[in-house]
């Protein structure tokens, strides 16, 4: 609330959201970042450039 004025309702669309938690549930995602390679593979921490590198050849 500025100067006394409270701002309109917002008017969210949630359908996104829900996409993605019903993905990472399938998943089994449980945080970010969460690599998943063409293979299947997953990576679920951060990983160097070198490692993601090698990763990617």
Do not use: Y
């Amino acid at each position: 609330m500025a100067h006394g004025v409270v701002p309109a309702k917002a008017q969210c669309d949630t359908a996104a959201i829900e996409r993605n938690k019903a993905f990472g549930q399938e998943h089994s995602i449980r945080g970010t970042p969460h690599l998943i390679f063409k293979s299947g593979r997953a990576v679920p921490a951060a990983v160097d450039t070198d490692r993601l590198s090698r990763m990617l050849q």
